[in-house]
């Protein structure tokens, strides 16, 4: 979106309580990718209607995804997984200090390779990914089997700041072309994926929603 527009919007969130405020500042000064305010509204909003009781999130970072979904879901418990050791800490910490140790359960690990732990976890209502951009077809995937009929799939960062909408051979690093075109691939492989019905929302940086095609009783 504007970034104008943006702001904006993200001005106008609700005001979070002085434990977010402070995880948000501390990302923001440490490069730690969080969710933008103008996708997590957004994607809190859905969850309240959907109502899940159990949450898979492939990208803990810092925790705060899985503590404003865990302050917004009041009943739901959260399986998380984060693989960079200093993130982990701090998640741990935040965590900790907003006392939802009991319902947040955090994995240490490569998300590809905690399919045995995560297993034990499911079933899933709904599977929230937000990790490496270019193993997101492959989470997607392995996690998939562990959803309920009727279960939501949403991934972060589809639009990419808008990159995926640019002429490949316009983006100079050869790095983010790459990555560009993953994603890219993978929205298309989203839509065309005839068990899921995807929409992909441009609120935040690009927010896809995969509802899983059957019976949800």
């Known amino acids: ?15 979070r309580n002085d434990l977010l405020m402070e995880m ?7 490069g730690v990718p969080i969710m933008e305010l103008s996708g997590m509204e957004p ?25 404003r979904m ?7 418990a959260i399986v998380t997984i984060e693989r960079d050791e200093e993130r982990l ?20 690990g490569d998300a590809l390779e905690t399919e045995e732990l995560v297993s034990q976890k499911g079933p899933f209502d709904c ?3 937000d990790a490496a951009k270019g193993q997101y077809q492959r989470f997607f995937e392995m996690y998939e089997k562990y959803l309920v009929p ?31 075109k993953k994603i890219k691939g993978y929205n298309e492989w989203l839509i065309s994926n005839e068990d899921y019905e995807t929409v992909i929302l441009p609120v935040g940086d690009g927010l896809a929603i995969s509802m899983k095609k059957g019976d949800s009783a």
């Open 24 to 30: 948000e500042a501390y990302a923001k000064a440490n």
């Open 150 to 180: 009727g279960g939501i799939i949403f991934t972060d960062n589809v639009l990419f700041k808008g990159l995926v909408a640019e002429d490949l051979e316009s983006i100079e690093s050869k790095r983010t072309r790459n990555l560009v």
């Open 89 to 108: 800490g701090k998640a741990h910490e935040y965590i900790k200090r907003a006392g939802m140790g009991d319902r947040i359960s955090v994995i240490e």
């Open 1 to 15: 979106m504007n970034e104008n527009l943006d702001r904006y919007l993200e001005a106008l969130a609700p005001m």
């Open 43 to 67: 994607l809190l909003q859905i969850l309240k209607i959907q109502k899940p009781q159990n949450i898979l999130e492939i990208g803990t970072a810092i925790g705060y995804s899985a503590l």
């Open 127 to 129: 599977l929230f990914i």
């Open 70 to 76: 865990a302050h917004a879901l009041p009943n739901a």
